[in-house]
Nanobody, 118 residues
Framework: VQLQASGGGLVQAGDSLRLSCAAT????????MGWGRQAPGQPRDLVAR???????NYTDSVKGRFTISRDIAKKTVYLHLNSLKPEDTAVYYC?????????????WGQGTLVTVSS
């Protein structure tokens, strides 16, 4: 299993970024894919996810600014970050959650750093 995230960088407040996560050896068609983030000294929080049916949900702090999407053929999930704020600075991680029978599986990939300057 591999979740390869990319697209982070240093941007200014108000800028946009697109993060990508390519999934390998994941049943992408049945997985709920998500993005979490972890700021220094803070726990990791899930900020956006998209179900196998295409339903999306977001944590309140990013609603209206971030959009999660996916390309099933490419087994890639994206996070579009708009109107970035300094408090969005964090390492962003890709997540995959799925069931095999009655057993749940949950994987996190390596992170990509997003730094937003004021």
């Amino acid at each position: 299993v591999q979740l390869q995230a990319s697209g982070g960088g240093l941007v200014q407040a108000g800028d946009s970024l697109r993060l990508s996560c390519a999934a390998t050896a994941i049943p992408f068609g049945i997985a709920t894919m998500g993005w979490g983030r972890q700021a220094p000294g803070q726990p990791r929080d899930l900020v956006a996810r998209i179900t196998s049916g295409g339903d999306t949900n977001y944590t309140d702090s990013v609603k209206g600014r971030f959009t999660i999407s996916r390309d099933i053929a490419k087994k890639t999930v994206y996070l579009h970050l708009n109107s970035l704020k300094p408090e969005d600075t964090a390492v962003y991680y890709c997540n995959a959650h799925f069931w095999v029978g009655t057993e749940p599986f949950d994987f996190w990939g390596q992170g990509t750093l997003v730094t937003v300057s004021s």
